[in-house]
């Protein structure tokens, strides 16, 4: 029997790459001096993956080059050998090489032979020359495996079949006597919980992740659980006692991996063999993987748009239900009330799974905010927080550009050299912050550093070298700082090799603004500068208010809704520059009416007799005059581009309940457009 | 293609013409499994009423996860609808196990008793 | 779903025949991906006025386009047996779907590549090189359109300068 390489070829360069990029991350962390056996552990076992895959499928150069670092890795977790600087930049060096072999491989491209050779040469001096400094007798400095830790944590999935409480069993029970030993904190998960009345007093419906806290080890754990062992699904997690967020062992990209329940008879630990069999490890990575499987972006993809047309079918069935009369009206619509409570969640679901930590993006910025200071001669300290938060993929892949180029500003014309900040009194090393945090429906991302801040006087004058704005205009700073966001700005005074290329600010804020972002800045001279960008969620649903006008139903974004309201003849004018407008709160708003604009035949012409959404975007408020409003729902959105164009003043459109097309409305864009039209 | 809301009134008129349904449940000194299937037909009976329904459940000793269940089914429709349920003097039993158990939101048992 | 298929090759063997305006069309039957009665089309503001508006396709978001109205035809009410063919055309930019509505869908026939005899030409006024050709099947004469020549350059257009076309009525 032949075994066809080639459909695991695609899973080993994911998990290589996904494997470099942990050890790439890990070499960041390392200390230099007194460096953690347990991460100098991890990247040892990384390479020694990648070296066991790359064999397998007959991969020799990676195999041999491999082998040569994890040798060296060897000498370091093994004590004879020391993590300094040079070391640790030399085992960057191979992380790149690696990868650059890797890519290779994949492309089916050549390989840079030479680098490689030289690389391996270094790492084989720097081993052999260890021996000198190394102590006389290895230190046994091996991490004891998990078993035997007693982390302070661990967290217990526990979920129970439906039969459990008939066989005798009572979660209660068992949950409190977890509690008799330790701290226990239970969230419940009662997703699966029927209505009431179909539900099946003797079945168990609910299921717990136990958060455990205090001096045990996983046996008394599962020592509780054997009385209900058949009745249930049980996952034992043990969560490392970090500081910053308890909540998820950072796990390298797609699936957070959860670990299986360690074997019921807990053997005596033995540490890892230094170099033992790849066929071994392979199984360990199996038992490690157990609660994650690998799932390709498309397939989620595909289950949103067939979940987005479940969505449809329900709402279309809701409103047939809604009309029916007799005696089975009833039940039908207890029913519909049921299917759309499932839909909700089952779309939150699906939504949930595509949503992924911020750290996919934050995790390229160690490594390179390491070697842009080494090239600036500047010492820089990155702080990274909540890269924990989530959002969005289609979000995620598109704000990575954004931020690198943002933090590259901070480093390259922020933070000043250690001579001048120590003039300023400030640390020699300077600070550039990334911090993700959720506010509202939003997602709130701040680039800062503790630099000089932005030079007002140095903005200007290239404002007005690049004629941006008069000679003699003299703005306000706040619009000063808005300056850097023209097409054309960029005060570099050389073209350095970091952010002098052209693309400057302006593409960044345009990115951010077609992710229905803003970006906005803050600055202090001598004390730093602040992007604070704001992104939705997610771009695959809003939350929509339906209008009516003439026989067409449009969505205005509820975020883009300050309120609606009928007016009186009284607070109507007419200004003729500007058309019709209107008094709202102490301004004149200027009304744009949806029917003239989109060649709709409405039912009411009169100001008054129709509606008028107050909207915002852009910082302007205009009225959009509407016959009607219906309700409110959220909606997927469809791209209108795929098969057609961008239309100017709408965002996209969705699919209603009985299956028709409406537009949602781009507010921004129409009230760029009004203001477009009033001054030509 | 319009989303208006339907109006409930016809429901509700249909309602009326039953004699109307109790509004308070008085909770056992021993809900388990073995009691689970009394107290959801109770729980069922009081579906109807669209006011505030009571839970008397001072005097509940014994509980286990099989009522706690059924309880919690019967607040969160209750909850789902928009019709509320309010708990009569919950005994410290009830209270403590809801609590272990992670089920005090959905009970909306949440600040009783303390 | 297929790939840049040309749009009637010569060893295209089976089109799909229409009726428009008393006249027999024909285009590649490996274009056409579905054929469905009329609904009432969501329109567009800004949009051409042979593009009626737009449909959900099984959850995409599809221009429907009115073969009358580009060809100059007078219009027809659009009724129960009104049809719409949807099909496709592969752009720079990728496959870009849209329903045509049609009279009527008649037959999908099989064809000879012989069988085909090329368009007359018609002058300074034709200018129809969507064209591909004439045919006669039963005694009625077909014309072999080219899809891609005929919506192709306006659909993509159309999707790029839609802004200018805005028609201000402040009543």
Not at chain 1, 375 to 400: A, F
Request: aromatic share 4%; with cysteine.
């Amino acid at each position: 029997m032949t075994v066809d390489l080639e459909q695991f070829h695609a899973a080993f360069y994911d998990e290589s790459f996904e494997a470099l990029a942990t050890m790439e991350t890990t070499l960041l962390q390392l200390d230099v001096g007194a460096p953690e056996p347990e991460l100098i552990n991890t990247i040892f076992r990384v390479a020694h993956s990648i070296k066991g895959g790359s064999a397998t499928f007959g991969f020799t150069d990676i195999a041999s080059f491999t082998h040569s670092l994890e040798s060296l890795l060897d000498a370091l977790r093994g004590g004879t050998m020391s993590v300094t600087a040079a070391v640790c930049d030399l085992l960057l060096r191979a992380v790149d090489v690696l990868r650059a072999l890797l890519r290779a491989r994949q492309a089916g491209q050549p390989i840079d032979a030479q680098r490689v050779a030289d690389l391996q040469f270094d790492l084989e001096v720097a081993l052999a020359g260890r021996s000198a400094a190394a102590p006389a007798q290895p230190v046994p400095a091996r991490v004891a495996p998990a078993g035997a830790r007693a982390p302070s944590q661990w967290q217990v999935r526990f979920r129970p079949h439906r039969k459990l409480f008939v066989h005798g069993n009572d979660p209660l029970r068992l949950v409190q006597a977890l509690a008799a030993i330790a701290e226990v904190d239970a969230q419940l998960d009662a997703q699966n919980l029927p209505p009431l009345a179909a539900l099946d007093p003797e079945d168990c419906h609910l299921a717990w992740t136990l958060s455990v806290r205090g001096p045990i080890d996983s046996a008394q754990i599962q020592q509780i659980f054997d009385w209900a062992e058949g009745d249930c699904e049980l996952l034992l997690q043990s969560v490392p006692a970090e500081p910053a967020e308890p909540a998820e062992p950072v796990t390298p990209p797609v699936a957070v991996a959860v670990p299986a329940p360690p074997p019921a008879s807990p053997a005596a630990p033995s540490p890892p063999a230094p170099l033992d069999t790849s066929a071994k490890t392979q199984a360990a990575n199996g038992l490690a993987d157990y609660g994650s499987i690998r799932v390709s972006v498309e397939k989620i993809d595909e289950l949103m748009n067939s979940v987005g047309e479940l969505v449809i079918t329900q709402a279309m069935l809701t409103q047939l239900g809604a009309k029916i009369e007799g005696p089975q009206a009833e039940p039908l619509r207890v029913g519909l009330a049921q299917l759309e409570r499932n839909m909700r969640e089952l779309q939150e679901s699906v939504m949930r799974v595509r949503m992924l930590p911020i750290s996919f993006v934050f995790s390229r910025f160690p490594r390179m905010v390491h070697d842009l200071a080494q090239q600036l001669g500047k010492r820089i300290e990155l702080k990274l927080t909540g890269e924990h938060t989530e959002l969005d993929k289609t979000v995620l892949e598109k704000i990575g550009d954004p931020l690198v180029h943002l933090v590259r500003n901070c480093i390259d014309h922020g933070i000043e050299l250690p001579a001048a900040r120590i003039a300023a009194g400030k640390p020699p090393a300077g600070t550039v912050q990334l911090a993700a945090c959720h506010r509202g429906g939003n997602i709130v991302v701040e680039v800062s550093d503790d630099g000089g801040g932005l030079d007002a006087a140095r903005i200007l004058r290239k404002a007005r070298e690049r004629g941006l704005i008069g000679p003699h205009d003299t703005p306000a700073d706040a619009q000063i700082l808005e300056l850097i966001f023209r097409p054309g700005f960029s005060t570099a005074e050389q073209t350095t090799d970091l952010s002098g290329r052209g693309v400057g600010m302006d593409v960044v804020r345009r990115n951010v603004k077609e992710l229905g972002g803003k970006i906005e800045l803050a600055s202090q001279a001598g004390r730093g500068a602040r992007f604070t960008i704001t992104l939705p969620l997610t771009l695959a649903i809003v939350d929509g208010q339906l209008v009516s006008v003439g026989t067409e139903t449009y969505i205005v974004p509820l975020t883009s809704i300050v309120e609606s309201l009928q007016l009186s003849a009284a607070q109507i004018s007419r200004i003729s520059a500007q058309g019709e407008v209107f008094a709202c709160r102490g301004e004149y708003l200027p009304i744009i009416r949806l029917h003239s604009l989109f060649g709709v035949e409405p039912r009411a012409r009169a100001l008054h007799e129709g509606l008028v959404v107050v909207a915002e975007g852009d910082g302007r408020r205009v009225g959009l005059f509407v016959d009607d409003l219906l309700g409110q729902q959220q909606v997927v959105i469809k791209s209108l581009q795929t098969h057609y164009g961008h239309i100017e003043g709408v965002a996209g459109a969705t699919i209603l309940g009985d299956g028709a097309v409406a537009l949602i409305l781009d507010v921004p864009g129409l009230i760029r457009g009004a203001s477009g039209r009033a001054a030509a | 293609m319009k989303n208006r809301s339907r109006s409930p009134s016809a429901r509700a008129t249909a309602r009326r013409r039953s004699p109307a349904p109790p509004d308070r449940v008085q909770l056992r000194a021993c809900c388990t499994l073995a009691e689970a299937g009394e107290l959801k037909a109770a729980l069922v009976a009081l579906t109807p009423c669209a006011g505030p329904v009571t839970l008397a459940a001072g005097a509940v000793e014994r509980i286990d996860t099989a009522a706690l269940q059924v309880l919690a089914a019967f607040v969160r429709d209750r909850r789902l609808a928009g019709r509320s349920v309010h708990w009569d003097s919950p005994s410290t039993t009830l209270i403590a196990a809801a609590r272990r158990l992670g089920l005090s939101t959905l009970l909306q048992l949440e600040g009783a008793g303390s | 779903m297929h790939s840049p298929t040309p749009s009637l090759d010569a060893t295209a063997r089976q089109i799909l025949t229409f009726v428009l305006g008393g006249q027999t069309y024909g285009i590649d039957i490996l274009r056409v991906q579905e054929i469905r009665g009329w609904s009432t089309v969501t329109k567009i503001p800004h949009a051409p006025a042979h593009v009626l508006g737009v449909l959900n396709l099984r959850g995409s978001i599809v221009p429907i386009l009115d073969l009358r109205r580009r060809f100059a035809l007078e219009h027809a009410e659009y009724t129960a047996v009104t049809v719409i063919i949807v099909t496709s055309i592969v752009t720079a930019s990728g496959r870009r779907d849209f329903g045509v509505v049609v009279d009527g869908v008649s037959d999908v026939v099989d064809i000879d590549a012989a069988q085909i005899k090329p368009a007359p030409e018609l002058g300074a006024h034709g200018g129809a090189d969507y064209i591909l050709g004439l045919l006669c099947i039963d005694e009625r004469m077909v014309v072999l359109l080219d899809f891609d020549r005929l919506i192709g350059a306006e659909l993509v257009q159309t999707a790029d300068t839609t802004d200018s076309a805005a028609s201000v009525d402040a009543a």
